[in-house]
């Protein structure tokens, strides 16, 4: 057994760090008091293949597998999460949603484009009364001749201000609820009835958009049905929120072990009392305890990772990673800020942006309360 | 057009380097290895000439052991078409003569048009194998390209000289030695890695490598570690001032 990134995604591994740190680290402030990342940027990343890395090559993809794309997500971690969060949404909830659910037809027609990022995709399930409990959306969907209707309010929808391609989760008969009464429509931006409302104004994550979609007898086409069947639109966002889920861990460990080089470095650095902070033991179990708590998330992400790769459905493991890694990081940032005292705290540091940005992981994707659900149920059934 | 790119894998540049107990060599464990800076300008220059008339051919190839193959699977993902590794005992420790022989009799069978070589490797900096290269082939030379472009006769190769470029043409085959340039290497795109990784890298054993100079390292030494620096603190500050002027002439001789 071989707990290593495989050989073959080393220079991936590499390739990935050397852009994050040649052209992302040097821009993150700017990203950050702008709150948009640069359209060049977003350019050079789609060609080099950052919008379809867990994708086939067939549907344009990069073919890196699960793994593969959280790797790359745990590099991406090593700079603003608005990078992380736009290639989270668009790719391991919003492209995936199609690529597990979607129809031969639909999968040719929709992932090139999004695998190359000339289109960016969104994931749409929350909605103001319907949060934790994703099986009471409200949004209903009725057949009307060749189309469907679509009416209802989606919020805090990532990457929804800038999206081109929404998979869009509605109701299709309430009393049927999860099973059978949720269909996944697939809406392109200018469809008639379907506009972006308020741009959500967050605690971090700036330069990455979260946003209201709103639903006004929109028409979507028949073959818009996600995998042409209704009623199977629950099942095909759970399996989305599965690679989600994990890769949103290999981004909280990324963040994490980035923030303990940056403390480790400020406490051989900054002397107190006459000597480097380092040689506390106060420091020191700090460090420790941070490097314990990534290593265990890391080999959490690549086992849940591979067991994706090969087929196993891995529910309960991307649960387990994702309230680990996500409080892992929280603890882990709130350290790193302890270690650099009150620069820390200042905008100018790095620290202050990820103690924001790390704070969301144990609210999206699954709350971490919803997340032990999900373990417990597995552990209490039969 | 075909071009053939000699590329020399080498320790990052972000490496520390140790010198190893035997004073000759340097400790090359847990090393990250690269392709050679100016080797990375040269893939570049010729990739560009690739983006721009799709029927270019882009070959890299390099003398080395087993790990040689890491740098010539990141040229494949940059976008080389493919890639020859010369391997065989002492592949790794050739000196540059030996190397420049290695690589020429697989240049006389893979025939490219131009062959592009960095200035100098980063790591002994001797710039010797493209010129010895020129020489063994029998090929004229340009030294400091920063550009080339096709024309009518040939090729146009820029060349760096004092505050400016010159421009020469190379009627036929000619090895060029290249410069950094504004153009920065291209990253490997994401599919290429992947597509790389699968790409047969065909080997050919070291011939004709007989070497006539041969060089050794007598004795490797790390730099003398840095004085602490001298800090002015508090008193007057007009004083520092000139005390550290005259540092900086007499002392620093940088004024
Ligand atoms: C920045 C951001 C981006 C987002 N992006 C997207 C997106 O792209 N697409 C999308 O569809 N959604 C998105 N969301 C929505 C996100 O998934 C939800 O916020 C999340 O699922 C929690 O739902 P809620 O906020 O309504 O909280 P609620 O469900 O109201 O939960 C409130 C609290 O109650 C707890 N709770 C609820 N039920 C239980 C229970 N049964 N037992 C114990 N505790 C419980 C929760 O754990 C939580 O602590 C985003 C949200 C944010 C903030
Ligand atoms: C918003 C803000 C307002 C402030 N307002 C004021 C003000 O009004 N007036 C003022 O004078 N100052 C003010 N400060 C400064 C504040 O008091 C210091 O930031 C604080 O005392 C910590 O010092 P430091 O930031 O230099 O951290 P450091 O002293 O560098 O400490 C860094 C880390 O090392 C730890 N550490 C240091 N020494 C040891 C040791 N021997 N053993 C174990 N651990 C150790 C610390 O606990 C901390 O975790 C303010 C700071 C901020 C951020």
Same mark, same amino acid.
């Given at each position: 057994m071989d707990f290593d990134v495989p050989e073959e995604l080393l220079l991936l591994k590499r390739t990935v760090r050397e852009f994050v740190e040649g ?16 359209? *060049?940027?977003?350019?050079?990343m789609?060609?080099l293949g950052f919008f379809g890395l867990p994708f086939p090559e067939e549907y344009g993809g990069v073919g890196a597998g699960d793994l593969g794309y959280c790797v790359a997500l745990e590099e991406f971690g090593r ?5 992380s969060?736009?290639i989270?949404?668009?790719t391991a ?6 690529? @597990? ?14 695998t ?33 209707? @679509? ?28 099973? #059978? #009464? ?14 972006? #409302? ?11 958009? !979260? ?23 629950? $099942? ?7 690679i989600?889920?994990i890769s949103?861990a290999a981004g909280a460990v990324g963040s994490s072990q980035h923030?303990?080089e ?6 051989? $650095? ?17 460090? =420790?305890?941070?490097a314990?708590?990534i290593h265990a998330a890391r080999l959490m992400v690549y086992d849940a990772a591979a067991k994706m790769d090969r087929g196993t459905?891995a529910?309960?493991e *991307? *649960?387990?990673v994702?309230?680990?890694a ?49 373990? =417990? ?6 | 057009?075909?071009?053939?790119i000699?590329i020399k894998q080498v320790p990052d540049s972000t490496t520390r380097v140790k ?7 340097i400790v090359t464990d847990g090393i990250t290895w690269s392709i050679s800076p100016?080797d990375e300008?040269?893939i ?14 882009v070959s890299v190839i390099s003398v080395g052991g087993p790990r040689t193959k890491d740098a010539l699977r990141q040229a494949l993902a940059m976008g080389c078409d493919d890639a020859t590794l010369v391997t065989g005992e002492?592949a790794d420790t ?28 980063s790591d ?24 080339? *472009? ?35 290497p291209r990253y490997p795109s994401l599919p290429g890695i992947m597509k790389a990784k699968k790409k047969e890298i065909p080997e050919r054993p ?22 602490? #620096? ?15 002027? !005259? @540092? ?8």
């Amino acid at each position: 057994m071989d707990f290593d990134v495989p050989e073959e995604l080393l220079l991936l591994k590499r390739t990935v760090r050397e852009f994050v740190e040649g052209r992302l680290q040097p821009i993150e402030k700017q990203v950050e008091d702008d709150d948009k990342i640069p359209d *060049a940027i977003l350019k050079e990343m789609g060609a080099l293949g950052f919008f379809g890395l867990p994708f086939p090559e067939e549907y344009g993809g990069v073919g890196a597998g699960d793994l593969g794309y959280c790797v790359a997500l745990e590099e991406f971690g090593r700079t603003s999460a608005a990078f992380s969060n736009l290639i989270g949404a668009h790719t391991a909830i919003g492209s995936m949603s199609i690529y @597990l659910g979607g129809t031969e037809a639909q999968k040719k027609q929709y992932l090139p484009d999004l695998t190359a990022g000339k289109k960016i995709a969104a994931f749409s399930l929350t909605e103001p009364s319907s949060g934790s409990d994703a099986a009471s959306i409200q949004t209903s969907a009725k057949k009307q001749g060749d189309r469907w209707i @679509l009416n209802g309010t989606k919020i805090w929808v990532t990457n929804g201000p800038i999206a081109d391609v929404v998979v869009v989760y509605a109701a299709n008969d309430r009393t049927l609820g999860a099973r #059978g #009464g949720i269909t996944a429509f697939i809406v392109e931006k200018g469809y008639t009835g379907f506009r972006v #409302g308020k741009v959500d104004d967050k605690m971090g994550l700036r330069g990455s958009y !979260t946003g209201e979609l709103v639903f006004e007898d929109c028409e979507v086409p028949e073959e818009n049905v996600l995998g042409g069947t209704v009623g199977s639109g629950f $099942r095909t966002a759970l399996g989305a929120l599965d690679i989600g889920r994990i890769s949103l861990a290999a981004g909280a460990v990324g963040s994490s072990q980035h923030l303990l080089e940056l403390a480790i470095a400020h406490s051989k $650095r900054r002397v107190q009392f006459g000597k480097p902070i380092a040689v506390n033991q106060a420091i020191q179990w700090m460090l =420790a305890d941070s490097a314990v708590e990534i290593h265990a998330a890391r080999l959490m992400v690549y086992d849940a990772a591979a067991k994706m790769d090969r087929g196993t459905r891995a529910s309960t493991e *991307a *649960a387990m990673v994702k309230v680990f890694a996500s409080e892992m990081a929280g603890r882990v940032v709130d350290r790193v800020m302890q270690i650099h005292g009150g620069m820390g705290y200042m905008k100018e540091s790095p620290v202050e942006r990820a103690y924001r940005d790390a704070r969301i992981l144990r609210i999206y994707e699954g709350t971490s309360e919803v997340q032990r659900m999900i373990i =417990a149920e597995e552990l209490l059934k039969a | 057009m075909r071009l053939l790119i000699c590329i020399k894998q080498v320790p990052d540049s972000t490496t520390r380097v140790k010198v190893a107990p035997d004073g000759t060599s340097i400790v090359t464990d847990g090393i990250t290895w690269s392709i050679s800076p100016y080797d990375e300008y040269a893939i570049e220059l010729a990739l560009e000439q690739k983006d721009n008339a799709a029927d270019t051919v882009v070959s890299v190839i390099s003398v080395g052991g087993p790990r040689t193959k890491d740098a010539l699977r990141q040229a494949l993902a940059m976008g080389c078409d493919d890639a020859t590794l010369v391997t065989g005992e002492g592949a790794d420790t050739l000196g540059p003569l030996g190397i420049a022989n290695a690589l020429k009799s697989a240049i006389d069978e893979l025939k490219p048009d131009l062959v592009l070589c960095g200035k100098q490797a980063s790591d002994d900096d001797q710039g010797f194998v493209g010129p010895a290269l020129a020489e063994a082939l029998g090929w004229p030379h340009v030294a400091v390209v920063t550009k080339v *472009a096709p024309s009518a006769a040939g090729t146009e190769i820029w060349k760096e000289v004092e505050g400016g470029h010159e421009v020469w043409k190379a009627s036929g085959a000619a090895v060029l030695t290249v410069q950094k340039s504004e153009k920065e290497p291209r990253y490997p795109s994401l599919p290429g890695i992947m597509k790389a990784k699968k790409k047969e890298i065909p080997e050919r054993p070291v011939t004709g490598v007989e070497d006539p100079v041969t060089i050794e390292i007598v004795k490797l030494e790390p730099p003398p570690a840095r004085g602490g #620096g001298k800090i002015f603190k508090d008193g007057d500050v007009k004083a520092h001032a000139a005390a550290l002027a !005259t @540092l900086l002439r007499d002392e620093a001789k940088v004024l």
